[in-house]
C-alpha cells in the first residue's frame, strides 16, 4: 500500500465520521467541502496522482474514485435526511385544520323582509301573478289622484306625506304601482308589487317612517270577494304554516268599494295586549277590497266589462309577527346582534 492510498483510507474514514456527527446540513456542508471541494483533501491527493509511475497509477485511480463515490453517496444521503427532518418539523408546526370555519367570519343572509318578500314572490308567481315594481319618488296623480284621492280629498290626511321641492313625493304606499301595472299591461291582470315607502309619522313599536308593503291585484271578468278571501287565506296559509286567527272588519280606502281592514291576532302577546298591538289584541296587516270602478276608468279599464280585488299587505307588520319582532325599530336598526338571528 502506498502513501497515498492509506492518505485515501484515511480520508474516507474520517469524513464518513464527521459526515455521522454533523448536527445540521451547515456542518455537512462544511466537511463535505473539505474533503470533496475544489481545494479539498482529495484535490489535493489527486494532485499526486500524475507523479506516480504508471503501473501504480490505475490501482490508485479506482482507491480514489470508490472513496469520492462513498463520500458523495453518504453526503447525499445525510442531505436528504436532514431535509426530510426539516420539512417534518416544518409541517407539525405548520398543522392547519382546514375543515374549521374561519375565526371571527360570518356569513351573510338575506334580511328578514327579503327574505319574505322572495316566499310571497315565489307563491304568487306560481299562481299566474307578475311581480312588478315602481319609483319611490312618485308623482302626485298616481299616489293619490288615479286612485280616487283629489287633492281635497280628506283620504289625502290618512297618509302624512314627505312633499317634495318639485311637487313629487315619495310613495305613501304601493298602490301607485297598481295604476303603473293596469296603465301599462291592461286587464286581465295579476300582479304584485313590493316595495319600500315612507310616511311622515311618529315611530314607535309598530310604526316606522319607512317600511314595506306589498300591493296586490287582480283584474278579471266576474271577481268578487271570495276569489280575494281565497288569496288572502292562500297567502297566509303559506306563511304561517299553521292556523292563524284572522278578522275581517269593515275599512275605507277611496280606491276599493267596499273595503276591508284583514287583522292578524297578535302573536307577539298571543292576543293579550302589548306595544305592539297597542293593547287590542290584533294588527292590521292587510287592507283590501273590490277596486272602486273609477280607479278602473281613470287607468282606461271599462268597468262594466273588468273588475278586480286589490290588497296592501303590511310587509313589515307580517315579518314582525312571523319572526315575533316585538319592535319595528330592529328591522332598520343595522344591529348585527338583531340580524345574525336570522
Ligand atoms: C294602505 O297603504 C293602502 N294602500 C292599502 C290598500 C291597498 C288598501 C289596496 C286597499 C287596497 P294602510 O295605510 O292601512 O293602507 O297601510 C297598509 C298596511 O301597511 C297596514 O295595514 C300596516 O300593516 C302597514 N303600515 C301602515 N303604516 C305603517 C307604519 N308606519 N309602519 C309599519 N307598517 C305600517
Keep these: 500500500m502506498t502513501l497515498l492510498d492509506s492518505q485515501l483510507e484515511e480520508l474516507r474514514r474520517a469524513t464518513l465520521a464527521a459526515f455521522a456527527s454533523a448536527g445540521s446540513v ?3 456542508e462544511e466537511s463535505r467541502v473539505g474533503a470533496l471541494g475544489r481545494k479539498g483533501t482529495l484535490a489535493q491527493i489527486s494532485k499526486e496522482f500524475g507523479k506516480l509511475p504508471p503501473e501504480d497509477r490505475a490501482q490508485l485511480g479506482k482507491l ?3 472513496v469520492k463515490q462513498d463520500l458523495e453517496t453518504e453526503y447525499e444521503q445525510k442531505k436528504r435526511r436532514f431535509e426530510q427532518t426539516e420539512l417534518t418539523d416544518r409541517l407539525a408546526k405548520e398543522w392547519l385544520d382546514v375543515t374549521l ?5 360570518h356569513p351573510g343572509s338575506l334580511h328578514p323582509i327579503t327574505q319574505l318578500q322572495n316566499e310571497i314572490e315565489d307563491l304568487f308567481t306560481s299562481l299566474g301573478f307578475a311581480v312588478l315594481d315602481g319609483p319611490e319618488v312618485e308623482t302626485e296623480e298616481h299616489n293619490f289622484d288615479a286612485l280616487n284621492i283629489p287633492p281635497s280629498h280628506p283620504a289625502r290626511d ?3 306625506t314627505f312633499w317634495l321641492s318639485n311637487g313629487h313625493l315619495l310613495r305613501t304606499h304601493t298602490s301607485p304601482v297598481q295604476v303603473r301595472g293596469m296603465r301599462k299591461l291592461g286587464p286581465p291582470l295579476r300582479m304584485i308589487a313590493p316595495g319600500r ?11 316606522e317612517h319607512t317600511f314595506y308593503q306589498l300591493e296586490g291585484m287582480m283584474i278579471d271578468r266576474d271577481v268578487s270577494v271570495a276569489h280575494l278571501i281565497y288569496f288572502m287565506k292562500t297567502l297566509l296559509s303559506s306563511i304561517f304554516k299553521r292556523e292563524v286567527t284572522v278578522r275581517l272588519r269593515p275599512g275605507y280606502f277611496p280606491f276599493v268599494e267596499p273595503g276591508f281592514e284583514l287583522d292578524i291576532h ?7 295586549g302589548c306595544s305592539v298591538c297597542k293593547q287590542s289584541g290584533w294588527v292590521e296587516l292587510m287592507p283590501c277590497g273590490l277596486v272602486h270602478p273609477n280607479v278602473l276608468r281613470m287607468s282606461n279599464i271599462d268597468p262594466e266589462e273588468w273588475n278586480g280585488f286589490a290588497f296592501g299587505l303590511g310587509l313589515t307588520r307580517l315579518a314582525m309577527m312571523r319572526y315575533g319582532i316585538d319592535d319595528v325599530r330592529l328591522l332598520q336598526s343595522g344591529d348585527l346582534r338583531f340580524l345574525m338571528q336570522f
Design 101 to 105: 370555519p374561519a375565526p371571527g367570519v
Design 26 to 28: 451547515e456542518e455537512l
Design 64 to 66: 480514489l474514485n470508490s
Design 266 to 272: 297578535c302573536l307577539i302577546c298571543d292576543g293579550a
Design 197 to 207: 315607502v315612507f310616511r311622515n309619522e311618529e315611530v314607535d313599536a309598530s310604526h
Design 158 to 160: 290618512m297618509q302624512d
